[in-house]
T-cell receptor, first 111, second 114 residues
Framework: DAKTTQPTSMDCAEGRAANLPCNHSTISGNEYVYWYRQIHSQGPQYIIHGLKNNETNEMASLIITEDRKSSTLILPHATLRDTAVYYCIVIDTSGTYKYIFGTGTRLKVLA | GAGVSQSPSNKVTEKGKDVELRCDPISGHTALYWYRQSLGQGLEFLIYFQGNSAPDKSGLPSDRFSAERTGGSVSTLTIQRTQQEDSAVYLC????????????FGPGTRLTVT
């Protein structure tokens, strides 16, 4: 079973920040939080990952709460091309690195 | 550079037939993963390879499913005696090593069993 819960869907206006929450209340100390997205009819694409510190790259920012029980993916200026299903996954770095996907959040960016 | 490729992109087969799905990982990637995605569902882990060995086959749904990898590169997922519930998109991913952070996914093979 997936170790994360996410809202089923969200809308965001083009040009605004999209904030996608994820709950991972049972996360353990050696588990990372990863975010992927899947644009229609394509394979998932890596976005960002983190352990306990906030992270930023050219695509997004990841904010992890101090207790690590939840996180938020931030797309600072959403575009229509960001419309996709966003998956939050926790990975046990001492295990097989297999991904256990939940159902994700379907983000729709509106013009 | 070239990403993960999968073939065929689409496969329609009759119930009871065997099918083979192929994955070509990124050159030099030692870890390879198979997932499947049923219509409207999230991705389901099937099996992963480190080199040519498969330490974790826990996700294979039945003994009709098998996979192999040769030469540390190409992998084949075989489904014997296909059933309608096998209809899904089968995705392959690879990573540089077993413990690499990022998995690179291919475009998938859409399997339809009629």
């Amino acid at each position: 079973d997936a170790k994360t819960t996410q809202p089923t869907s969200m809308d965001c206006a083009e040009g605004r920040a999209a904030n996608l929450p994820c709950n991972h209340s049972t996360i353990s100390g050696n588990e990372y939080v990863y975010w992927y997205r899947q644009i229609h009819s394509q394979g998932p694409q890596y976005i960002i990952h983190g352990l306990k510190n906030n992270e930023t790259n050219e695509m997004a920012s990841l904010i992890i709460t101090e207790d690590r029980k939840s996180s938020t993916l931030i797309l600072p200026h959403a575009t229509l091309r960001d419309t996709a299903v966003y998956y939050c996954i926790v990975i046990d770095t001492s295990g097989t690195y297999k991904y256990i996907f939940g159902t994700g959040t379907r983000l729709k960016v509106l013009a | 550079g070239a990403g993960v490729s999968q073939s065929p992109s689409n496969k329609v087969t009759e119930k009871g037939k065997d099918v083979e799905l192929r994955c070509d990982p990124i050159s030099g990637h030692t870890a390879l993963y198979w997932y499947r995605q049923s219509l409207g569902q999230g991705l389901e882990f099937l099996i992963y390879f480190q080199g040519n060995s498969a330490p974790d086959k826990s996700g294979l749904p039945s003994d009709r499913f098998s996979a192999e990898r040769t030469g540390g590169s190409v992998s084949t997922l075989t489904i014997q005696r296909t059933q309608q519930e096998d209809s899904a998109v089968y995705l392959c991913a690879s990573s540089f090593t077993f413990s690499s952070y990022e998995q690179y996914f291919g475009p998938g093979t859409r399997l339809t069993v009629t």
